[in-house]
Each structure stands twice: as structure tokens, then as C-alpha cells.
């Protein structure tokens, strides 16, 4: 059975920076793409990172040039770097996989394309 488990949430103030980690087991190799996601109070889930098989990353237009997303297949750990951090980013950050679809706009990507969930790690910035 797949299970997800996500970590390096917390609280930073504006400016500051957190790296998400999520580990995968049940898996003998990860497969098909992965994703971070977010929701805040009130708000629907969205997608705020997708990184596919061959490592291509596409990104929310809010997150881009601040926020990486990237995996270690070995060991089967996704990643998210945050940097810049801004109050807007405070939500429940949760990571997804087997995901098989791949769209070339970002918009399109939507948390009914990814099979597996995590239970999500809160990130709050203060500021």
C-alpha cells in the first residue's frame, strides 16, 4: 500500500525559507508524476508544483522563481525548496503521486489527475 508522508512545515516570517519533503513507501520505484499542492482556510486545493517522470517542472505562476520542486527516484523522496516565503503561502501543503496526465498548461493540473495523498504539512508565514 502506498503511503505519503510530508514534513518541514512550520512557521517563518515573511522572507524566510522552508524545504518540504515527502516520503514515499509501498513503492518499489516512484511512478508517474508527482505534485505539491495547497489549501488554505476557506480556499480550494490547488497546485502549486507538478515534476513528471522524466523531471520536466512546471509551477504555479504565484510560486515561480521562488519555490523548486524536485525528487530523488532512489530513494523516493519529492521535495519542495521555498524561498521568499510571503504570508499568501500559508496553507496545508500536501504531496501527490501517480499522477498520468501531463498538460502543457499549468492551470490545467487538478488534484483529480494524482492517485496517492499525503496528510499534508501546515506552512504558515507570518508578517
Known amino acids: 500500500q502506498v503511503q505519503l508522508v510530508e514534513s518541514g512545515g512550520g512557521s517563518v516570517q515573511a522572507g524566510g525559507s522552508l524545504l518540504l519533503s515527502c516520503v514515499a513507501s509501498g513503492y518499489t520505484r516512484i511512478r508517474g508524476h508527482m505534485a505539491w499542492f495547497r489549501q488554505a482556510p476557506g480556499k480550494e486545493r490547488e497546485a502549486v508544483a507538478v515534476?513528471?517522470?522524466?523531471?520536466?517542472?512546471k509551477y504555479a505562476s504565484s510560486v515561480k522563481s521562488r519555490f523548486t520542486i524536485s525528487k530523488d527516484t532512489n530513494k523516493n523522496v519529492l521535495y519542495l525548496q521555498m524561498n521568499s516565503l510571503e504570508p499568501e503561502d500559508t496553507a496545508m501543503y500536501y504531496c501527490?503521486?501517480?499522477?498520468?496526465?501531463?498538460?502543457?498548461?499549468?492551470?490545467?493540473?487538478?488534484?483529480?489527475?494524482?492517485?496517492?495523498w499525503g496528510q499534508g504539512t501546515q506552512v504558515t508565514v507570518s508578517s
Open positions: 515534476i513528471g517522470e522524466g523531471g520536466a517542472a
Open positions: 501527490a503521486t501517480g499522477g498520468s496526465n501531463w498538460y502543457y498548461s499549468f492551470e490545467s493540473f487538478g488534484a483529480a489527475d494524482f492517485r496517492y
